[in-house]
């Protein structure tokens, strides 16, 4: 079975730009979960949804927002980038509670 | 205090040695225990999971948790070069239907022939 995947893999930015990041969870699991994990840290909860709809937001600004569509995959949008925001952004999949598992991960560089 | 406490590290030991990494969480509300394994440049990978007192194991693994010390910890047995990574202490805390995890800055393991 595929695991959960994401894209792009690494991308460059300058600052005041805007990314999209997508990921698609494992066949059959409705909850994804992004989290940004900066350098010698470890994962920083963002967003969750669960069936399209938002569950829980972490302490992320308003620059962040994400959305999960109807065939449960979804984006992570970043407006007007800062240095700060370079970080290894990671989606989560789960069935419905507890277990996540992670995707690969698109490494963010902003310029 | 934060909310996920780990040493982080390094943590060095033999080939062949029992590594202990051990966690403590601030959370008495916390309910699941999740330990991940991320190699260098790499996504955290789950390697255990954990939701009642006690042992359980998996292979070379087994996690410990007790909730009264709010304390979990992960013994790798037989210690391989390979373990060599950095190891991720992750809490749920599940609060208004969000289940979040929230995690320590991991414990750096070195495991040398």
């Known amino acids: 079975d595929a695991g959960v995947t994401q894209s792009p893999t690494h991308l460059i930015k300058t600052r005041g730009q805007h990314v999209t990041l997508r990921c698609s969870p494992i066949s059959g699991h409705k909850s994804v979960s992004w989290y940004q994990q900066v350098l010698g840290q470890g994962p920083q909860f963002i967003f969750q949804?669960?069936?399209?709809?938002?569950?829980g937001r972490g302490n992320f600004p308003d620059r962040f927002s994400a959305r999960q569509f109807p065939n449960y995959s979804s984006e992570l949008n970043v407006n007007a980038l800062l240095l700060g925001d370079s970080a290894l952004y990671l989606c989560?999949?789960?069935?419905?509670?507890?277990?996540?598992?992670f995707g690969p991960g698109t490494r963010l560089t902003v310029l | 205090q934060k909310e996920v406490e780990q040493n982080s590290g390094p943590l060095s030991v033999p080939e062949g040695a029992i590594a202990s990494l051990n966690c403590t969480y601030s959370?008495?509300?916390?309910?699941?225990f999740f330990w991940y394994r991320q190699y260098s440049g790499k996504s955290p990978e789950l390697i255990m999971s954990i939701y009642s007192n006690g042992d359980k194991e998996d292979g070379r693994f087994t996690a410990q948790l007790n909730k009264a010390s709010q304390y979990v910890s992960l013994l790798i047995r037989d210690s391989q070069p390979s373990d060599s990574a950095t190891y991720l202490c992750?809490?749920?805390?599940?609060?208004?239907?969000?289940?979040?995890?929230?995690f320590g800055t991991g414990t750096r393991l070195q495991v040398f022939p």
């Open positions: 989560a999949s789960s069935l419905e509670v507890n277990e996540q598992f």
């Open positions: 992750a809490v749920n805390r599940l609060n208004d239907h969000t289940d979040k995890l929230i």
């Open positions: 959370d008495r509300g916390s309910q699941s």
């Open positions: 949804y669960y069936e399209k709809e938002e569950r």
